[in-house]
């Protein structure tokens, strides 16, 4: 895919600078490139796209400027799943694509700790503590299947195997 179909492709483009832009402004080196289709002169048309995109992919490669696919995105949203992200609305907001419930992996490992609540690690990395003090019937197994899915009021289920669902929080 070359730079500017990639670039029209890209859901969200973020910048790095320590402060979230509001959701509705882009970022100015996006909006320097998209201003140039107004020019009538192809070749000051074509200088422009040409300076815009030199100063684009130079933010980009210093990290200034973030461009993401929307397969790119589904997966920072799911490695980001059960983290409370209210910093980034637009990059994780109402953007077409869709809302992450739930995810489905393996167990990695579970551990029990002094006060009989688990720690269980997932195959995709992430680390979830119970915060109910409800018992698994089941004891969890290295493979097991699991499925972490939101609930109310902004907390989460596990079912790990066949275990009824826990009370857990990312870590």
């Given at each position: ?14 910048s790095l600078s320590g402060q979230a832009a509001p959701p509705q402004e882009r970022a100015e080196t996006l ?129 790990v195997g066949g275990s009824r669902a826990v009370r857990v929080r990312r870590q």
């Amino acid at each position: 895919m070359s730079f500017i179909s990639g670039l029209a492709a890209a859901v969200a483009v973020a910048s790095l600078s320590g402060q979230a832009a509001p959701p509705q402004e882009r970022a100015e080196t996006l909006s320097r490139l998209t201003a140039c289709r107004a020019i009538a002169d192809s070749a000051a048309r074509l200088s422009c796209y040409d300076t815009a995109v030199s100063a684009l992919d130079s933010a980009e490669r210093q990290g200034e400027v973030v461009v993401m696919d929307r397969a790119q995105l589904g997966e920072a949203r799911r490695q980001l799943f059960g983290f409370e992200m209210p910093t980034l609305p637009r990059l994780f907001g109402a953007d077409g694509a869709a809302q992450i419930d739930s995810i489905e992996t393996t167990l990695q490992s579970a551990t029990q700790n002094a006060d009989n609540r688990w720690v269980f690690r997932l195959a995709d990395g992430g680390v979830w503590r119970q915060i109910d003090s409800d018992p698994l019937r089941i004891r969890p197994r290295q493979g097991d299947a699991v499925r972490v899915r939101k609930a109310s009021l902004g907390s989460f289920l596990m079912t790990v195997g066949g275990s009824r669902a826990v009370r857990v929080r990312r870590q």
